[in-house]
């Protein structure tokens, strides 16, 4: 029940278009769901965050989108770039504790 | 601002060798703590975390343990490695209250031989 399944497990984009990264919990405790980026030999960092009482959350070219009654949220990246090229890990987190997806390795062509 | 220490940034360690790895936060108080290892191309594996001083859980029963001797310090040691801890050690910190993200260390390499 503190899964967090993340699809697809690698994706190839071409400059300009949509990245669509999704993710299903099951928990429907979890309070805050947050998405990372990780760029080869880094640590993952914090790219955009959203609460279950909210649908849609955008941040430049970055927009959660938060279905709370099918218990999805989706990354979705519009107009990708070759520098989002990257690992993306989406998370949902419960009593100070995040539990994350298993990555989704993001590759744009130019 | 916080921000967040982790070093060594890169380590080669021969095998049955002893390990520390160290994390300190600056700029906040009483923070949550974190280790986690990454394998090549894999997952972000949950190994330690901490509410406290002196109070660690543990996720993953191995041969490596975990210290926080400080409220802001947070160690990660192995009495001998294996080659199977070779990985990605990442630090992170989350603030003290519920439905926060976490920021992440810049991770340690740690290859055994």
């Known amino acids: 029940q503190q899964q967090v399944k993340q699809s697809p497990q690698s994706l190839i984009v071409q400059k300009g278009g949509i990245s669509i990264i999704n993710c299903a919990y099951e928990?429907?405790?979890?309070?805050?769901f947050p998405w990372y980026q990780q760029f080869p030999g880094k640590g993952p960092a914090l790219l955009i965050a959203i609460r279950p009482d909210v649908s849609e959350k955008k941040e430049g070219r970055f927009t959660i989108s938060f279905n709370k009654s099918a218990k999805q949220f989706s990354l979705h990246i519009m107009d990708s770039q070759p520098g989002d090229s990257a690992t993306y890990f989406c998370?949902?987190?419960?009593?100070?504790?995040?539990?994350f997806g298993s990555g989704t390795q993001l590759t744009v062509l130019p | 601002s916080q921000t967040i220490h982790q070093w060594p940034a890169t380590l080669v360690q021969p095998v049955g060798s002893p390990l520390s790895l160290e994390c300190t936060v600056e700029g906040t108080s009483n923070p949550n703590l974190y280790w986690y290892r990454q394998a090549a191309g894999r997952g972000l594996q949950l190994l330690f975390y901490?509410?406290?001083?002196?109070?660690i859980s543990s996720e993953v029963p191995q041969n490596l343990s975990a210290s926080r001797p400080q409220d802001r310090q947070f160690i990660l040691s192995s009495k001998k490695l294996l080659l199977s801890d070779s990985g990605f050690y990442l630090c992170a910190w989350s603030p003290p209250t519920q439905g926060s993200g976490y920021t992440f260390g810049s991770g340690t390499r740690l290859t055994v031989v």
């Open positions: 998370a949902a987190s419960l009593a100070r504790q995040l539990t």
């Open positions: 928990n429907t405790a979890f309070d805050y």
């Open positions: 901490s509410v406290g001083i002196g109070q």
